[in-house]
């Protein structure tokens, strides 16, 4: 009975050094993320943070940066990071009152070739409230404006040769819901080919004027999950290093 005793108690104490362990260890994870996240936007290299591909992840194994799922292709990443860069005024305006840091842009295509797209990514202070700029972009849903949240970026020598502010047909605006990353994303979308959105004729356009601006407002929605849950996969892989 003595050394079942001991033995008991000898479990205990591991147990318990097992219990501080894990703890610290969350700790540890806990502190990185939130002093990682908030500066990736500019300690990441560009090309990490705008991968070359992008995709929805169909299961929590797969890679939102496989090539064979990819939604997106990367045509090429401006140089231009100043938060007065790349947005429309009433963008600038906003992200300034909060406090922006630097603004990257990157320009994607679908894989049908049809569609292009400029993702903007904001970084903000770190503890960045982000109910503000949710609300910003909530207030512009479904305004005759809302094509024109960022300034597109062409890429010579790609499918993105021509694109230009004018091909913007819709866009779309949040702020991060990835925990410790006080970032916010916009994206305008148009056609490869300049087809412009319109008011659709007759019945189609009788209820909403800006019916056709949807594909394109959906498909700078997509570019902007897609590049939040690449970040949340980037910010997790760097700090459990």
């Known amino acids: 009975?003595?050394?079942?005793?001991?033995?008991?108690?000898?479990?205990?104490?591991?147990?318990?050094?097992?219990?501080?362990?894990?703890?610290?260890?969350?700790?540890?994870?806990?502190?990185?993320?939130?002093?990682?996240?908030?500066?990736?936007?500019?300690?990441?290299?560009?090309?990490?943070?705008?991968?070359?591909?992008?995709?929805?992840?169909?299961?929590?194994?797969?890679?939102?940066?496989?090539?064979?799922?990819?939604?997106?292709?990367?045509?090429?990443i401006s140089e231009k990071t100043g938060c007065d860069e790349g947005?429309?005024?009433?963008?600038?305006?906003?992200?300034?009152?909060?406090?922006c840091r630097g603004v990257l842009r990157a320009t994607y295509v679908d894989p049908t070739g049809n569609t292009l797209a400029t993702v903007a990514l904001i970084a903000f202070p770190k503890d960045t409230k982000s109910e503000p700029m949710h609300g910003f972009f909530s207030d512009r849903e479904g305004k005759a404006s809302s094509e024109?949240?960022?300034?597109?970026?062409?890429?010579?020598?790609?499918?993105?040769?021509?694109?230009?502010?004018?091909?913007?047909?819709?866009?779309?605006?949040?702020?991060?819901?990835?925990?410790?990353?006080p970032y916010a994303f916009a994206a305008s979308a148009g056609a490869v080919d300049g087809r412009k959105?319109?008011?659709?004729?007759?019945?189609?356009?009788?209820?909403?004027?800006?019916?056709d601006r949807r594909p394109w407002t959906g498909a700078a929605q997509s570019l902007i999950r897609t590049l939040e849950t690449h970040l949340g996969e980037l910010l997790f892989e760097e700090t459990k290093k």
């Open 148 to 181: 024109d949240l960022v300034q597109a970026y062409p890429v010579p020598g790609t499918l993105a040769a021509n694109w230009s502010d004018a091909q913007r047909n819709g866009s779309a605006g949040d702020s991060s819901n990835t925990l410790y990353i």
């Open 1 to 76: 009975m003595a050394f079942l005793g001991a033995v008991g108690a000898l479990a205990l104490l591991a147990g318990g050094a097992l219990t501080v362990h894990t703890y610290q260890n969350y700790n540890q994870s806990m502190s990185n993320s939130t002093g990682f996240g908030p500066t990736m936007w500019r300690n990441e290299p560009i090309d990490k943070l705008f991968p070359e591909a992008l995709g929805f992840k169909p299961n929590a194994r797969s890679d939102s940066t496989d090539p064979k799922r990819a939604q997106w292709h990367r045509l090429g």
């Open 87 to 99: 947005l429309n005024s009433a963008l600038v305006t906003e992200v300034k009152k909060l406090g």
């Open 197 to 211: 959105a319109g008011h659709l004729p007759g019945q189609w356009g009788k209820y909403d004027g800006n019916q």
